[in-house]
């Protein structure tokens, strides 16, 4: 008998068995759509002309020597598909945002179009549906601008159900970038062309400002105990 014959079993069990998590969310993760995709940002007509699309270079850290690319949302302002500006992402933004740190949203937009535009982010879970409180208005020509949204939940609205904060971001199986002047999961009906560029998932300050102490922390415990090996004081 084949001595590694019982541990491929365990693997190929453990493969079948355990569900598969790599698509979920995780603290630091980053869309920069140097792949050349739309990194899983869609629309309900993947088929539209205002669907997103990966523009391979014009992204905020583009020097012309090295191009940086970057997701062009569009809307045309009619009504019918792609009227509003919305596009929404079920793969790796879902997930558990609560248990993976996540407590923020950073992004990249440049409003390219005519109309001003109010950028925010909609979230879909367990039993309910939020928005950000906070929207950030882009004018026309507005150039990248980077913005934050937070997750904390004074700093989100329910737009539907029932479900609570910790209850849905335990769970999020959608999450949208749109364009609404108010808090909502579907965009105004608007005519716009905006570049969102660098999605990330990011801690609280607090979080960043304690991971940075210990950094400096364990630095200085190893020049004090350098020194002591080296007889000094």
């Known amino acids: 008998m084949n001595k590694f014959l019982p541990a491929i079993r365990l693997c190929l069990f453990l493969l079948v068995a355990l569900p598969l998590t790599a698509s979920a969310i995780f603290l630091d993760q980053i869309d920069d759509f140097t792949e050349g995709t739309t990194n899983n940002w869609t629309i309900g007509n993947p088929g539209s002309p205002f669907a997103p699309i990966n523009v391979p270079s014009g992204g ?27 596009t929404f992402n079920t793969s790796q933004w879902t997930g558990d945002y609560i248990g993976s740190g996540v407590t923020g949203i950073s992004a990249y937009f440049n409003n390219t179009g005519s109309n001003p535009v109010t950028m925010r982010l909609g979230f879909g879970g367990a039993g309910a549906i939020f928005g950000t409180q906070h929207g950030f208005t882009l004018t026309p020509g507005s150039g ?38 108010n808090p ?36 200085l415990a190893r020049r004090v105990k350098d020194k002591k090996s080296l007889g000094l004081s």
């Open 184 to 219: 909502a999961f579907s965009g105004d009906q608007i005519a716009a062309t905006v570049g969102v560029d660098n999605i990330a998932a990011i801690p609280e300050p607090s979080s960043i400002f304690l991971l940075l102490a210990g950094t400096a922390g364990l630095a």
């Open 60 to 86: 905020p850290f583009d020097t012309g020597e090295s191009p940086d690319a970057f997701l062009e949302l569009s809307s045309s302002g009619v009504s019918g598909s792609g009227g509003k500006l919305t």
């Open 144 to 181: 990248w601008q980077e913005v934050t949204f937070s997750l904390s939940a004074s700093d989100l609205t329910l737009i539907s159900g029932s479900g609570s904060f910790e209850q849905t971001f335990a769970d999020i199986a959608e999450i949208r970038i749109l364009s609404s002047v």
